[in-house]
């Protein structure tokens, strides 16, 4: 079965200090992988995605930046963290094509004070 | 471009009592269409999914319709329980390379014993 983990569960950050989030998915070779961000109260929106190795694709640009290091390992960064950063982060993975179902990890939650 | 909508941002009900929530949809072609759901503190899980295929898709006693027609995919149940309680996103597989999933704004189901 495959399972996917976010790391960490919780953190609290300084505006203009770096960032650095965590997915891995165990179980499933070459998955699709996905960020998503979602603000209190708010719906989820796709931040980037990534199909294979190496190759990561915006879809809105927030101030992150994602890489994918290793086949199930999909990374969150930023150097320098906004106010408008807090919100709830998730990451979700995919093992066919645009129309399968994605399967969402339990999310870190970033408060930036 | 594509898109969801989802007008009842808030549902309240008593248990046993019929829910329906209501989303339509936009888009060229024939989307795959989701209903996932999401408990407080996690990320969203699907519910269900339903295709061109077989235009019906039910799930824990939940039941959705695509309507090309009427573009509509509206969800519902006959008998709520406190345990439905939760936020339910419509959502639209667009397929468009690895952006996969629009999701609509949410629909809030509170549901009182």
């Known amino acids: 079965a495959q399972t996917i983990h976010q790391w960490p569960v919780a953190e609290i950050k300084a505006v203009g200090s770096p960032l650095s989030l965590g997915c891995t998915i165990k179980?499933?070779?070459?998955?699709?992988l996905y960020w998503y961000w979602q603000a209190t109260g708010g719906t989820l929106q796709q931040l980037f995605y990534?199909?294979?190795?190496?190759?990561v694709e915006s879809v809105v640009q927030l101030n992150l930046s994602a890489s994918r290091p290793k086949d199930d390992q999909f990374i969150l960064s930023t150097e320098k963290l906004l106010l408008s950063h807090s919100g709830f982060y998730l990451c979700a993975w995919t093992g066919l094509g645009g129309l399968a179902e994605q399967f969402f990890g339990p999310g870190t939650r970033l408060t930036v004070l | 471009g594509n898109s969801v909508t989802q007008m009842q941002g808030q549902v309240t009900l008593s248990e046993e009592e019929f829910l329906f929530i209501n989303c339509t949809y936009s888009t060229t072609g024939y989307p795959t269409l989701f209903w996932y759901v999401q408990y407080p503190g996690e990320g969203p899980q699907l519910l269900l999914k339903v295709t061109t295929a077989n235009n019906k898709g039910s799930s824990r006693g939940f039941e959705a319709t695509y309507d090309k027609g009427t573009t509509s995919f509206h969800l519902q149940k006959a008998s709520v329980q406190e345990s439905d309680s939760a936020v339910y996103y419509c959502?639209?597989?667009?397929?468009?390379?690895?952006?996969?999933?629009?999701f609509g704004t949410g629909t809030t189901v509170s549901v009182s014993p």
């Open positions: 990534s199909i294979t190795v190496g190759q």
């Open positions: 959502v639209l597989g667009d397929g468009q390379g690895g952006r996969a999933l629009i």
């Open positions: 179980g499933k070779s070459s998955p699709n």
